[in-house]
């Protein structure tokens, strides 16, 4: 649980996975938790050998489309009965008597957005993205965010009207921001933008800066120019945008054993045959032994 929590606050996606039934003799008990991250690695503990790959390859599907699943890991003639909507079912191995379920809940970082500047707006966008749900913060100075973590799931806003917005957009173009908005003028934007280019900043980059920011609400007061930022990154995050997946994980061959039909990473697995020029992988001995037999 606490490797968890620092994920959370590092804003890495991740997946808890937790035990929530289980048959005798699995090794897995209820109530035992394992944390998957999105490069694919797995601290604590789940049960033995027949769970993982299976689960490591749907905590990455969860990751992926942001659903929870629950897992029934069983003998193979029972899956047909377990089957059902929300539900995937996966043979454990066949020399195992045993059965769980496993709940997995991807974890994912919420929209965020750093806002720069002190003003109405500042003030008024940081309350209502707060009572939106999403994370918010408010810095005064372009240095102050390198004490932020920015990833494609954050929204970096200029808001400083006019006291070093070049500095604070060249410091927001050095971050992963999947929004990158300057609360400005049509004149006082270009004015920035030349400043930029002069410091050798490239068209390509300054085109990641939406100028000016929010929607074109027309002629609004300060304060309700929050209302136009929000408005656009609301629209972006249900286009699809201001999401991260964080690490990919790495490309892993996926076997299945012939015998008992679970999912067998062949980097891992330790029992192999090769028969006929073709090459066979097991999840255990006694499954090598059977198809050797």
């Given at each position: 649980?606490?490797e968890?929590?620092?994920?959370?606050?590092?804003?890495?996606?991740?997946?808890m996975?937790?035990v929530?039934?289980?048959?005798a003799?699995s090794?897995?008990?209820?109530?035992?938790?394992?944390?998957?991250?999105?490069?694919?690695?797995?601290?604590?503990?789940?049960?033995?050998?027949?769970?993982g790959?299976t689960?490591?390859?749907?905590?990455?599907?969860?990751?992926a489309?942001g659903?929870?699943?629950?897992?029934f890991?069983?003998r193979?003639?029972?899956l047909?009965?377990?089957?059902?909507?929300?539900?995937v079912?996966?043979p454990?191995?066949?020399e195992?008597e045993?059965?769980?379920?496993?709940?997995?809940?991807?974890?994912?970082?919420?929209?965020?957005?750093?806002?720069?500047?002190?003003?109405p707006?500042?003030r008024?966008?940081?309350?209502?993205?707060?009572?939106?749900?999403w994370?918010v913060?408010v810095i005064?100075?372009?240095?102050?965010?390198?004490t932020?973590?920015?990833d494609?799931?954050?929204a970096?806003?200029?808001?400083?009207?006019?006291?070093d917005d070049?500095?604070a957009?060249?410091?927001?173009?050095?971050?992963?921001?999947?929004?990158?908005?300057?609360?400005a003028?049509?004149?006082?934007?270009?004015s920035?933008?030349?400043?930029?280019?002069g410091?050798g900043?490239?068209?390509?980059?300054?085109a990641?800066?939406?100028?000016?920011?929010?929607?074109d609400?027309?002629?609004?007061?300060?304060?309700e120019?929050?209302?136009?930022?929000?408005?656009?990154?609301?629209?972006?995050?249900?286009?699809?945008?201001l999401?991260?997946?964080?690490?990919?994980?790495p490309?892993?061959?996926?076997?299945?054993?012939?015998?008992?039909?679970?999912?067998?990473?062949?980097?891992d697995?330790?029992?192999?045959?090769?028969?006929?020029?073709?090459?066979h992988?097991?999840?255990?001995a006694?499954?090598?032994?059977?198809?050797?037999?």
């Amino acid at each position: 649980m606490a490797e968890a929590v620092a994920l959370a606050a590092a804003r890495q996606p991740f997946a808890m996975a937790t035990v929530v039934w289980r048959r005798a003799p699995s090794s897995g008990h209820v109530g035992s938790k394992a944390v998957i991250r999105a490069d694919g690695s797995m601290r604590g503990w789940l049960g033995g050998a027949c769970a993982g790959p299976t689960v490591l390859e749907q905590a990455g599907e969860a990751m992926a489309d942001g659903r929870p699943r629950l897992l029934f890991l069983g003998r193979p003639d029972e899956l047909e009965a377990r089957a059902g909507e929300g539900i995937v079912t996966v043979p454990m191995a066949c020399e195992s008597e045993g059965a769980m379920e496993v709940y997995l809940e991807p974890v994912l970082p919420r929209p965020q957005v750093v806002v720069m500047g002190r003003s109405p707006a500042v003030r008024t966008l940081a309350s209502l993205t707060a009572d939106i749900g999403w994370d918010v913060t408010v810095i005064d100075d372009a240095g102050d965010l390198a004490t932020v973590v920015v990833d494609g799931a954050t929204a970096v806003v200029v808001a400083t009207q006019g006291r070093d917005d070049d500095l604070a957009l060249d410091a927001a173009l050095g971050t992963d921001a999947g929004y990158i908005g300057l609360v400005a003028s049509i004149k006082r934007a270009a004015s920035t933008f030349e400043l930029l280019r002069g410091r050798g900043v490239t068209d390509d980059d300054l085109a990641r800066v939406h100028a000016p920011a929010g929607l074109d609400l027309g002629a609004v007061e300060n304060a309700e120019i929050a209302v136009a930022v929000l408005a656009e990154l609301v629209a972006r995050r249900a286009a699809g945008q201001l999401r991260t997946l964080g690490a990919t994980a790495p490309e892993r061959t996926v076997a299945i054993d012939p015998v008992c039909g679970m999912s067998v990473h062949v980097e891992d697995a330790k029992h192999h045959v090769r028969r006929d020029g073709v090459d066979h992988w097991f999840c255990s001995a006694g499954c090598k032994a059977a198809f050797a037999s």
